[in-house]
T-cell receptor
Framework: GESVGLHLPTLSVQEGDNSIINCAYS??????FIWYKQESGKGPQFIID?????DKRQGQRVTVLLNKTVKHLSLQIAATQPGDSAVYFC??????????????FGTGTRLLVSP | EPEVTQTPSHQVTQMGQEVILRCVPI?????FYWYRQILGQKVEFLVS????????KSEIFDDQFSVERPDGSNFTLKIRSTKLEDSAMYFC????????????FGPGTRLTVT
């Protein structure tokens, strides 16, 4: 089947700390993964993505790690800021029988950053 | 930077009424999607649309739902006879090409069915 899930529903950190948000996926055929940030009342906002032929990708203050052996994805946020407070979703790109693609989202982790 | 826009931001309707949710995708994008998010839950795929046709739909997308691009620009989701359980945030998303997997999401429409 297809499912993407998150280990921790809420993560509370202090400003300046590094944050790690984890995600497990079940579809070994998935070739692309995305992390989205969702602030209250807004749509998912792209943060960073990674293709299955990579195990690490870095952006500005964010790093995504992919471990295909255990089907695990993580998002690392360096020097977390109050503005990082949001719900973070991992999403898995799945190719359907038609050849078209859809995103399957995890349940989300709420990141709370205290000043 | 181009953005996906959606209207209305909030729609309140009575059970059994028809609603149309509207989206203006990014202009040069070719693949269009609708997702929904019930309060406190994850984002769920509803339907994908390409070349003026539905390419894939989920089990949620039953006969009460339809999508179209009425003027080649806007992208709409219609629910013919709303049910209480249709209350959710509805997000439009689009993707530029077959080779670019990133989907850009709109801000969503909050649908409340009473």
């Amino acid at each position: 089947g297809e499912s993407v899930g998150l280990h921790l529903p809420t993560l509370s950190v202090q400003e300046g700390d590094n944050s790690i948000i984890n995600c497990a996926y079940s579809n070994s055929a998935s070739d692309y993964f995305i992390w989205y940030k969702q602030e209250s009342g807004k749509g998912p906002q792209f943060i960073i993505d990674i293709r299955s032929n990579m195990d690490k990708r870095q952006g500005q203050r964010v790093t995504v790690l992919l471990n295909k052996t255990v089907k695990h994805l993580s998002l690392q946020i360096a020097a977390t800021q109050p503005g990082d407070s949001a719900v973070y979703f991992c999403a898995e790109n799945i190719e359907m029988n038609t050849g078209f693609q859809k995103l399957v989202f995890g349940t989300g982790t709420r990141l709370l950053v205290s000043p | 930077e181009p953005e996906v826009t959606q209207t209305p931001s909030h729609q309140v309707t009575q059970m059994g009424q028809e609603v149309i949710l509207r989206c203006v995708p990014i202009s040069n994008h070719l693949y269009f999607y609708w997702y929904r998010q019930i309060l406190g839950q994850k984002v769920e795929f509803l339907v994908s649309f390409y070349n003026n046709e539905i390419s894939e739909k989920s089990e949620i997308f039953d006969d009460q739902f339809s999508v179209e691009r009425p003027d080649g620009s806007n992208f709409t989701l219609k629910i013919r006879s709303t049910k209480l359980e249709d209350s959710a945030m509805y997000f439009c998303a689009n993707r530029r090409t077959a080779a670019s997997y990133e989907q850009y999401f709109g801000p969503g429409t909050r649908l409340t069915v009473t």
